[in-house]
């Protein structure tokens, strides 16, 4: 089975503390998302990589980084924590297009609840 | 990326079909149909997809108009385990690129004893 892991579940962080969140996965897979999600907003992507050091902005990249330096992890950064970015953060993985076998759907990790106070 | 349209709630009553529809009518002719649910506290799921054909697998079933405009997804025997968030996706499968996948707002399916 496909294993997406997100390394917190629950976070608590202060206004203006540099945050990290990491994310593995086990499937060799080369796209990896970060995508943040609020009542009545939906799923909304932050960030995308299709390769190991690429990177490219999803619809709200603002207050946000990236880091993908190996091809299982992709690290999702808030230099400057704000209240605003409370939320549950969720990071996906997926197989390129042009794949003989498997299709391309999404796997997610569990999820992580990140309150800025 | 296509835009779909969702209902935002829907209830069914638990072993009765609950059929979840989808719009989305600037669908191009080579991007395909995903559907994708969210129990509470858990991350997204594939549930299916398809391109123009009707599909079915052991979850449900995805019935696609012949002007793909919109589509229906279909869990034949709702169960209380099947109350989620459900997000239909279009989407085209590159060739050898890259892509992003991108969510709306979906359909919270409430089923009901």
């Known amino acids: 089975d496909v294993k997406v892991t997100q390394s917190s579940r629950y976070l608590v962080k202060r206004t203006g503390e540099k945050v990290f969140l990491e994310c593995v996965q086990d499937m060799d897979h080369e796209n990896m998302f970060w995508y943040r999600q609020d009542p009545g907003l939906g799923l909304r992507l932050i960030y995308f990589s299709y390769d190991v050091k690429m990177k490219e902005k999803g619809d709200i990249p603002e207050g946000y980084s990236v880091s993908r330096e190996k091809k299982e992890r992709f690290s999702l950064i808030l230099e400057s924590a704000s209240t605003n970015q409370t939320s549950m953060y969720l990071c996906a993985s997926s197989l390129s297009g042009g794949q003989l076998s498997g299709n391309t759907e999404a796997f997610f990790g569990q999820g992580t609840r990140l309150t800025v106070v | ?113």
């Open chain 2, 1 to 113: 990326d296509a835009k779909t349209t969702q209902p935002p709630s829907m209830d069914c009553a638990e072993g009765r079909a609950a059929n979840l529809p989808c719009n989305h009518s600037t669908i191009s002719g080579n991007e395909y149909v995903y559907w994708y649910r969210q129990i509470h506290s858990q991350g997204p799921q594939y549930i299916i997809h398809g391109l123009k054909n009707n599909e079915t697998n052991e979850m449900a079933s995805l019935i696609i108009t012949e002007d793909r405009k919109s589509s229906t997804l279909i869990l034949p025997h709702a169960t209380l385990r099947d109350t989620a968030v459900y997000y239909c996706i279009v989407r085209a499968e590159p060739s050898g690129g890259y892509q992003k996948v991108t969510f709306g707002t979906g359909t919270k399916l409430q089923v009901i004893p």
